[in-house]
């Protein structure tokens, strides 16, 4: 099937899901859609059963979207521009570095207490997979992709919750943040995996770290600085412009960041926030004008709110192929890894917040908040699908942990976050 098709098809089934979900499930957006897709997954792995020959078309089907190459290079960047631009610039940046050091203290932290802890789990006679082969990189490379929460799936749900500005600004910068900094920790690693551990020195490894760290930053606000004088220089007249000039540096963060191996993930985020909603471009004429117009906001949104619909079912449908490979002693070891990725994210966020609660205030149980909402989602499947072949049979297990994780934390977490804030 060809490009247009695949779309025509998401695009059926985002408008259908939609439909069902706002009328009878009446779930958040996310959830409901994400339901959906998994209740007509397992419905197309029964029929399976009865008949191979429909299983396989549909396998082949849901292959031809190359989850990985479709999230990564295509959707991402325009979802975390779209959440750059609406999150609270001016709260941000009056809680930097509260925000930084959870988002970077957090992933770092989470990455080898997770790797670490499969690795042991592993090695354990009695879960029969100490014969399986993952080395201890192959286990950080797992650690790596589920400690970031997806900014994509972890906005959604905060845009719903009746959370103070600081909080809301808090999760939302966090989670933006972490994403960059995990994508940048899992493509060090993996150049690790590919490169041998023995040919890899810590000098290699701290340059590369900081070229993409680095150069993502710095590209980001290049661009973003030029595009703001861009649009200011249109003057909200020309609002079809406008659009087009966001889409078109969005593309060019991703196209450049690519050439020269720095992180599109920060580099776009830093661009979203250079032109965000909230930057004061005339304050003497007339109060508060923003970067762009309303219109390219309330197009952006459209954009996400559309993209976000795809991705979960997407997520929903990658069911299929992930399944056709289980193991029925791989359910005790989700389990047992949903635990340490649980209590990995809470430790990670506590002791920064501890520590920061010297200096600044925080809501009481703000701890439990971030940790119960740092919802993991299309990124970590995405990142896990790019693992190389050479792990062996590894990458199967660490692909339905990686699904199993995200499944409980979008639909346990997801639908407890309310609750929980309460």
């Given at each position: 099937?060809?490009?247009?098709?695949?779309?025509?098809?998401?695009?059926?089934?985002a408008?259908?899901?939609?439909?069902i979900?706002?009328?009878?499930?009446?779930?958040p957006?996310?959830?409901?859609?994400m339901?959906?897709?998994?209740?007509?997954?397992?419905?197309?792995?029964?029929?399976?059963?009865i008949?191979p020959?429909f299983?396989k078309?549909?396998?082949?089907?849901i292959e031809?979207?190359?989850?990985?190459?479709?999230?990564?290079?295509?959707?991402?960047?325009f979802?975390l521009?779209?959440?750059?631009?609406?999150?609270?610039?001016?709260?941000?940046?009056?809680?930097?570095?509260?925000?930084?050091?959870?988002?970077?203290?957090g992933?770092?932290?989470?990455?080898f207490?997770?790797?670490?802890?499969?690795?042991?789990?592993?090695?354990?006679?009695?879960?029969?997979?100490?014969?399986?082969g993952?080395?201890?990189?192959?286990?950080l490379?797992f650690?790596a992709?589920?400690?970031?929460?997806?900014?994509?799936?972890v906005?959604?749900?905060?845009?719903?919750?009746?959370?103070?500005k600081?909080?809301?600004?808090r999760?939302?910068g966090?989670?933006l943040?972490?994403?960059?900094?995990?994508v940048v920790i899992?493509?060090t690693?993996?150049?690790?995996?590919?490169?041998?551990?023995?040919?890899?020195?810590a000098?290699?490894?701290g340059?590369?770290?900081?070229?993409?760290?680095?150069?993502?930053?710095?590209?980001?606000a290049?661009i973003?600085?030029?595009?703001?004088?861009?649009?200011k220089?249109?003057?909200?007249?020309h609002?079809?412009?406008?659009?087009?000039?966001?889409?078109?540096l969005v593309?060019?963060?991703?196209?450049?960041?690519?050439?020269?191996?720095f992180?599109?993930v920060?580099?776009?985020?830093i661009?979203?926030?250079?032109?965000?909603?909230?930057?004061?471009?005339?304050k003497?004429?007339?109060?508060?004008?923003?970067a762009?117009?309303?219109?390219?906001?309330?197009?952006?949104?459209?954009?996400?709110?559309?993209l976000?619909?795809?991705?979960?079912?997407l997520?929903?449908?990658e069911?299929?192929?992930?399944?056709?490979n289980?193991?029925?002693?791989?359910?005790?070891?989700s389990?047992l890894?949903?635990?340490?990725?649980?209590?990995?994210?809470?430790v990670g966020?506590?002791?920064?917040?501890?520590?920061?609660?010297?200096?600044?205030?925080?809501?009481?149980?703000?701890?439990?908040?971030?940790?119960?909402?740092?919802?993991?989602?299309g990124?970590?499947?995405?990142l896990?699908?790019?693992?190389?072949?050479?792990?062996?049979e590894?990458?199967?297990l660490?692909?339905f942990?990686?699904?199993?994780?995200?499944?409980?934390?979008?639909?346990?977490q997801?639908?407890?976050?309310?609750?929980?804030?309460?």
């Amino acid at each position: 099937m060809d490009f247009l098709e695949l779309t025509t098809i998401l695009l059926l089934l985002a408008s259908f899901f939609s439909i069902i979900n706002l009328r009878i499930l009446k779930l958040p957006q996310t959830i409901g859609l994400m339901i959906l897709a998994i209740g007509l997954s397992i419905s197309v792995l029964i029929i399976g059963l009865i008949s191979p020959p429909f299983l396989k078309t549909i396998s082949h089907l849901i292959e031809s979207f190359d989850f990985q190459v479709l999230l990564i290079d295509v959707m991402l960047p325009f979802l975390l521009f779209a959440g750059a631009i609406s999150v609270d610039v001016h709260e941000l940046l009056k809680d930097k570095i509260t925000i930084l050091l959870l988002a970077s203290f957090g992933v770092i932290f989470s990455t080898f207490v997770v790797g670490t802890g499969l690795y042991w789990l592993v090695e354990q006679p009695l879960l029969g997979l100490n014969d399986i082969g993952l080395s201890y990189v192959d286990c950080l490379l797992f650690g790596a992709l589920i400690a970031p929460t997806d900014p994509i799936a972890v906005l959604a749900m905060v845009k719903k919750m009746n959370l103070s500005k600081i909080t809301e600004t808090r999760i939302a910068g966090e989670s933006l943040f972490n994403d960059g900094i995990g994508v940048v920790i899992f493509l060090t690693l993996l150049n690790v995996k590919l490169e041998g551990v023995e040919n890899i020195s810590a000098a290699s490894v701290g340059s590369l770290f900081a070229t993409e760290v680095i150069g993502g930053v710095a590209l980001g606000a290049v661009i973003g600085f030029l595009g703001l004088k861009l649009v200011k220089y249109i003057e909200n007249e020309h609002v079809e412009l406008e659009v087009l000039i966001t889409l078109s540096l969005v593309l060019l963060v991703s196209i450049v960041s690519h050439q020269f191996h720095f992180s599109g993930v920060l580099g776009v985020v830093i661009m979203g926030l250079f032109l965000n909603r909230n930057i004061d471009t005339d304050k003497e004429e007339e109060g508060l004008q923003k970067a762009m117009g309303d219109y390219v906001y309330k197009f952006w949104h459209l954009l996400d709110e559309t993209l976000n619909a795809i991705l979960f079912i997407l997520i929903g449908l990658e069911i299929i192929p992930i399944f056709q490979n289980f193991e029925t002693n791989y359910l005790l070891m989700s389990i047992l890894v949903i635990v340490v990725v649980v209590m990995s994210r809470g430790v990670g966020v506590w002791i920064p917040i501890k520590f920061l609660s010297f200096f600044n205030s925080f809501e009481k149980k703000t701890a439990l908040i971030i940790t119960w909402g740092g919802l993991r989602g299309g990124l970590s499947i995405a990142l896990a699908l790019n693992l190389p072949d050479q792990i062996g049979e590894g990458k199967n297990l660490i692909l339905f942990l990686t699904y199993m994780v995200v499944l409980f934390t979008i639909l346990v977490q997801g639908l407890t976050l309310k609750k929980i804030v309460k």
